[in-house]
């Protein structure tokens, strides 16, 4: 199994995550279920490749909201977004 990374910028808890010049919205109660969604989409991740989010060593998804990574985000810090090309079960 390959695993890769792509990694948001954060510079404030309000800023917005970005991919070269595209931006995504995140309010505080999206769940990370949406980055997912988006990272899939501008990576062409096919369905049957995992996706593993982590926030300062933290597993956030699926259970962590954009909510708690700002609350956790205090100044300039990562959000690295871990994906594999591992076939899903279960």
């Known amino acids: 199994m390959t695993e890769e990374?792509?990694?948001?910028?954060?510079?404030?808890?309000?800023?917005?995550?970005?991919?070269?010049?595209n931006k995504v919205t995140l309010s505080r109660?999206?769940?990370m279920l949406f980055l997912v969604k988006y990272v899939k989409q501008k990576?062409?991740?096919?369905?049957n490749q995992s996706i593993h989010l982590f926030f300062n060593n933290f597993a956030i998804?699926?259970?962590w909201t954009a909510g708690d990574v700002a609350d956790?985000?205090?100044?300039q810090t990562t959000l690295d977004i871990y994906y594999s090309s591992g076939q899903v079960f279960g």
Not at 5 to 21: E, G, H, M, R, Y
Not at 43 to 47: E, K, R, S, T, W
Not at 72 to 75: C, D, E, F, L
């Open 43 to 47: 990576l062409n991740i096919q369905g």
């Open 5 to 21: 990374k792509v990694t948001f910028l954060l510079n404030s808890a309000s800023d917005l995550p970005q991919i070269s010049k």
């Open 61 to 63: 998804y699926p259970d």
């Open 72 to 75: 956790h985000s205090p100044g």
């Open 29 to 31: 109660q999206k769940s």
